[in-house]
């Protein structure tokens, strides 16, 4: 089984997740200029809470769409999850 915190890969804050050859970098996305994970166990489940900063002209339509394919792509990556939330939060414009 694997553990969150130290030896199993699976951080509890961070950009990305890995656990043995698998890994998976949430800002690897198309879209996804920066993210920060959280993962957590609730018992049995494995929780990943993804915020990912995002173009902040992006249409609502378009965030909803890449949340699908940041989910997709978080199950297809680490089989243990269960829960997958991603919030899409608009990149701060540079000056």
């Known amino acids: 089984m694997t553990r969150v915190g130290q ?3 699976i951080s509890p804050t961070g950009t990305s ?8 970098n949430a800002a690897a996305i198309d879209g996804v200029e920066q993210a920060h994970v959280r993962a957590r166990w609730t018992g049995r489940t494995l929780r990943l809470e993804i915020e ?3 173009n902040p002209t992006l249409a609502v ?5 890449l949340r ?14 269960r829960v997958v939330t991603f ?8 000056s």
Do not use: K, N, Q, Y
């Not at 339509?61 to 769409?65: G, L, M, T, V, W």
């Not at 919030?87 to 540079?94: E, G, V």
């Open 61 to 65: 339509r378009d965030a909803d769409h």
């Open 7 to 9: 030896g199993s890969g």
């Open 52 to 54: 990912g900063c995002v």
């Open 17 to 24: 997740i890995s656990d043995g050859p698998r890994r998976f």
């Open 68 to 81: 699908h394919r940041v989910v997709d792509a978080v199950l297809a990556a680490i089989p243990e999850a």
């Open 87 to 94: 919030t899409a939060r608009a990149m701060p414009f540079s």
